[in-house]
């Protein structure tokens, strides 16, 4: 197909690439669809993890270098990969996940799915910080809108403010351990909320199905019942036969004319390890924020000396990733409970979002409480410590013998979790940048890290370790492990480790200290465009994902415009 | 626990050790084949379940070459295998209703996972020889050659990790992780769900904590948290919302 021309190439199959394509072959335009990972459908039995034993596996779920959220984690990627390195300068301790894998990260995603509020896209008008966004919510909202009603996500109307109400399917009911902390934070007048996540408690559609509740979203769902890129996008634009899906294919570099306007992508297939071109009238990556950023640095040509999209210097600026924390407390009321299926959806069914003024605090973004706990299934890692909360009962810890099956039984599901998960500010000096000596296996120079918190994130930690303190025990926990103070950064979350990198192709008004316009349209190249987490100029203390997906749709929207006007 | 409760058992553990080598494991789901390990001088032989050492659930390529090598690869010395038997069933011994460690294929597991994790193989074999080292200053005999009473009483030594002495600590932190692998590679079988009584893992519908649990926790789901949840009777309706973004079906 090498003389074949594309209307559009799409680089990258998770949450921005997946709305691109959908959006785009719907609009009647040829899509050729570039992933590096392979194909995947949780659907299929031999790719399925969900709703398997733990005997079924020899490790019993254990985690592994190549699955380090557990054996049955959807994720065929990671934290380290092989054969694609990535370094970091200095003392930088940035951490990077990457899914290989049609649908990307989108498989093993936890689903939060939450909008971007007013304030989010104008943050500097508040403190200063950072930049605004070059748009605002009432740009994105119609967007929000209509990936609710298509996609599906699970919430309620609270008419919060800064957390706006959505198209929401109804919440599932809270678990016990989940009413605990209801009852907990009321006390201390912290609001709390179902939670708004993407799994489908009702029907939608008829080729999707409805939730059975099994808890194990994180597996990827062989119903297709939770959001993913490729389950509730790619699979429909397929069925469309304008979409050409190219698996295993690393994308090297954009491909450029003499005029600097982009042709098309060179690719490596890896079956065969041979360098292949795509030609397109147009470039949509969406390769996740560092990987769109590295394939621009690495499409360098004598009209794009420092990378395409570069003129500015700031591909790759700007990273920055949700800050985190996390702690969990023993709740002595659910010893010895009874024992029901309450799997529900994967992970919580409540929340409570950003409740404070941070003008009357010492650091600048807020953050929201992600609830843990329950019955879950066991799995590698299951009784170890059995008795610990002995120590609180004035029982002695550890022995053995017959006993100790009373032990497990007493102490099972009697646990309360709180993670945080906050904004930071972005900043100039957190980047990432092409490392001049490393290669990966297929010779493409890789990414090399800089980032350093400041004292925003730092106190912003400091802070959700009280507030986690409070809560828990308000809820009846008693609290485990010791508090981390400053010596731990007040157990700040490394930069990475959260997964919710964005910003390294920055939009803005100024070509001068952005990279793309508000549509993800390059200022350097008119028909090139990112449509992932790149874009972002800031990143609210709300996770990424319903924000790519809207603005992938809303960049879409633009790309079908200006063809029409023939502007591209 | 009590310790009347572990006395009672570990008085029998040499009897059940006989019945185990007589007969097929009682209740045994992961293998049928049972592994007997040769006697040492003096000593009863010991058997446990086999597990499977094939696996076929949505690997990749790279990870199934992997697993194939963990299983081709052996790593405890026969001494050292018995040695861990004898040490998991004491820890969660086999006259129960819901079998034990031996029934759940503890051994096989504890090698697989030292196999998998690398991290694991020093600390369990030097573990188990720091065992040795201790019985035969004591009793003059390795562990598993010592008798049963003095088998019980180097566990009760190292079983705590509330004990301050020093030279014991080894053997508390090996003891406490073959404590970890027992419990976790049993409550990880059918036998381990059935002693826990687990029931998740099934396609279901969540709608909400059973009054009983409700009532006996003081808890209630208050009105207008409810009027925000699923109707599950109609969860199969297709969902329509009005303008004002309220779902109408
Ligand atoms: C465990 C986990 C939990 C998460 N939970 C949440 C959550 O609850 N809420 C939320 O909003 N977000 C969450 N996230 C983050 C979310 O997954 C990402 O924000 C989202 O998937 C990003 O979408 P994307 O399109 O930018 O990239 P990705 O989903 O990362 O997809 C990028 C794709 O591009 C491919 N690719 C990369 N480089 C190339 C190349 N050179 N050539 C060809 N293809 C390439 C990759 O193989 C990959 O398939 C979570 C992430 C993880 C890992
Ligand atoms: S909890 Fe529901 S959406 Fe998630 S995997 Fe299970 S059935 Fe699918």
């Given amino acids: 197909m090498a003389d074949k021309e594309y209307d559009i190439i799409i680089v990258g199959s998770g949450a921005g690439g997946g709305m691109a394509t959908y959006q785009l072959a719907n609009a009647g335009l040829t899509v050729a669809l570039v992933e590096a990972g392979g194909y995947y459908d949780p659907a299929a039995d031999e790719q399925r993890t969900q709703l398997r034993n733990p005997w079924e596996s020899p490790r019993r779920g254990a985690s592994t270098r190549r699955r380090p959220f557990g054996d049955y984690n959807a994720c065929i990627g990671g934290w380290d990969l092989d054969g694609e390195p990535y370094t970091q300068k200095g003392d930088t301790e940035f951490m990077w996940w990457r899914g290989r894998m049609l649908g990307g990260r989108t498989n093993h995603w936890g689903r939060i799915s939450l909008r971007f509020g007013p304030l989010d896209f104008k943050r500097r008008d508040i403190d200063g910080l950072g930049e605004n966004w070059p748009i605002g919510y009432e740009d994105v909202k119609p967007y929000y809108d209509k990936v609710d009603k298509l996609i599906g996500v699970f919430g309620s109307n609270e008419g919060l403010y800064n957390d706006p109400d959505g198209f929401f399917l109804p919440a599932p009911k809270p678990r016990l351990h989940e009413l605990y902390y209801i009852d907990g934070a009321r006390k201390l007048n912290v609001p709390v909320y179902p939670a708004r996540k993407s799994m489908l408690t009702k029907r939608i559609n008829d080729e999707r199905g409805v939730c059975y509740y099994c808890g194990q979203c994180s597996r990827a769902c062989s119903i297709h019942a939770d959001f993913s890129s490729s389950t509730a996008l790619i699979y429909p634009a397929l069925r469309g036969g304008r979409v050409d899906l190219y698996t295993n294919s690393m994308v090297r570099e954009v491909l450029t004319d003499a005029r600097g306007k982009a042709t098309g992508v060179s690719y490596i297939n890896k079956e065969d390890k041979k360098e292949c071109t795509l030609n397109g009238r147009i470039v949509v990556l969406a390769a996740s924020a560092c990987s769109s950023a590295r394939i621009l640095l690495n499409s360098k040509s004598a009209q794009h000396q420092n990378g395409l999209g570069n003129s500015s210097g700031h591909v790759g600026r700007y990273l920055h990733d949700s800050t985190g924390a996390s702690r969990a407390a023993f709740l002595p009321e659910l010893m010895n409970r009874d024992i029901y299926n309450e799997d529900g959806v994967g992970g919580m069914h409540v929340y409570t979002p950003w409740w404070l003024e941070n003008a009357a605090l010492d650091f600048p973004r807020g953050y929201h409480l992600e609830i843990g706990g329950g019955m879950g299934m066991p799995s590698y890692g299951f009784g170890f410590a059995a008795n610990q909360y002995n120590d609180y009962l004035g029982k002695r810890v550890g022995g053995y013998g017959n006993g100790l099956r009373d032990d497990i039984r007493r102490f099972y599901g009697a646990r309360l979790s709180i993670a945080c998960r906050g904004e930071s500010v972005p900043q100039y000096d957190n980047y990432c940048e092409l490392d001049p000596t490393v290669v990966d296996e297929w010779g493409i120079p890789v990414l090399r890290f800089n980032y350093q918190w400041t004292d925003y994130e730092i106190n912003q930690a400091k802070h959700m370790q009280d507030s986690m303190e409070a809560l828990l025990e308000a809820s009846g926990g008693i609290l485990l492990g010791d508090k981390p103070g400053a010596e731990r950064n007040y157990g700040l979350a490394k930069p990475g480790e959260i997964i919710h990198e964005v910003g390294t192709t920055r939009m803005g008004l100024d070509p001068k200290t952005s990279v793309t316009n508000e549509f993800g349209q390059l200022h350097d190249a008119s028909n090139v465009f990112v449509v992932d987490a790149g874009t972002f100029v800031s990143q609210a203390d709300k996770n990424p994902t319903w924000t790519i997906l809207a603005l992938s749709w809303r960049a879409s929207d633009y790309i079908v415009e200006q063809m029409k006007q023939q502007n591209i | 626990m009590s310790e009347r409760s572990e006395t009672k058992h570990s008085v029998e553990r040499r009897d059940v050790l006989k019945a185990l080598m007589l007969a097929p494991v009682a209740g045994a789901v992961l293998a049928s084949t049972g592994c007997t390990v040769a006697p040492e001088a003096g000593r009863q032989a010991i058997t446990w379940t086999r597990l499977p050492t094939q696996y076929s659930y949505a690997r990749t390529d790279v990870e199934k070459q992997r697993d194939a090598a963990l299983f081709a690869e ?176």
């Avoid at chain 2, 295998?81 to 759940?104: F, K, M, Q, R, Y």
Wanted: with cysteine.
């Fill in chain 2, 74 to 249: 052996t790593f405890f010395r026969e001494h050292e295998l018995v040695t861990i038997a004898v040490l998991c069933d004491i820890i969660l011994p086999s006259d129960h209703e819901n079998g034990g460690a031996l029934a759940a294929g503890l051994p096989d597991f504890v090698e697989f996972m030292a196999k998998d994790r690398e991290r694991y193989k020093l600390p369990l074999r030097g573990g188990i020889a720091w065992l040795d080292n201790y019985s035969l200053d004591n009793f003059g005999a390795r562990f598993v050659e010592a008798d049963n009473k003095q088998q019980l009483a180097i566990c009760d030594a190292i079983a705590y990790p509330d004990v301050q002495d020093e030279a014991l600590q080894p053997g508390i932190a090996f003891f406490s992780l073959m404590r970890n692998m027992t419990l976790t590679g049993y409550y990880t079988t059918e036998l381990g769900f059935r002693d826990l009584g687990y029931v998740g893992n099934t396609p279901n519908i969540w709608d909400g904590v059973p009054d009983a649990v409700l009532a006996r926790h003081g808890k209630s789901y208050d009105a207008e948290w409810l009027a925000k949840c699923v109707d599950q009777s109609r969860r199969n309706i297709k969902a329509e919302w009005d303008d004002e973004m309220n779902l109408i079906t």
